[in-house]
């Protein structure tokens, strides 16, 4: 447990959970603002969809065999889009990411045959 006098507010907070995240300023202890969060699908559930697309193990959740894979992979193999970066909030979207990722692997699979 934090105590208070280890923080200094103001501060920026990141919340990453498998169903949603939030980015927090903190003003204090019980006073913070949102200012972004996620609109669409969370996070855990990208991963999800991605691992099991790409047929990997998701008894633990997806994100731990999506980055074992990714640890082996070529991380300029494949472009993907940033999601909502013409916008000027600080919402988060991950739908279109796990779009991304099936369109991807669809074509490379076409191009293998």
């Known amino acids: 447990r934090l105590e208070e006098s280890a923080l200094q507010f103001p501060f920026l907070a990141l919340l990453v959970s498998g169903g949603h995240c939030q980015i927090l ?3 204090g202890i019980g006073r913070y603002s949102i200012l ?3 609109t669409d699908d969370s996070l ?3 991963y999800d969809k991605t691992a099991r697309l790409l047929q990997l ?3 633990g959740g997806g994100g731990p065999a999506v980055e074992a894979l ?3 992979g070529n991380a300029n193999a494949i472009s993907l889009t940033v999601p909502l970066q013409r916008r000027k909030d600080c919402d988060f ?3 279109g990411l796990k779009t991304n990722v099936r369109r991807a692997a669809e074509d490379l699979a076409a191009e293998r045959g």
Do not use: F, L, R
């Open 93 to 95: 979207s991950y739908s």
């Open 57 to 59: 193990p998701v008894g």
């Open 36 to 38: 972004g969060g996620t």
């Open 25 to 27: 300023k903190c003003m």
């Open 44 to 46: 855990g559930e990208a």
């Open 70 to 72: 990714a640890k082996k």
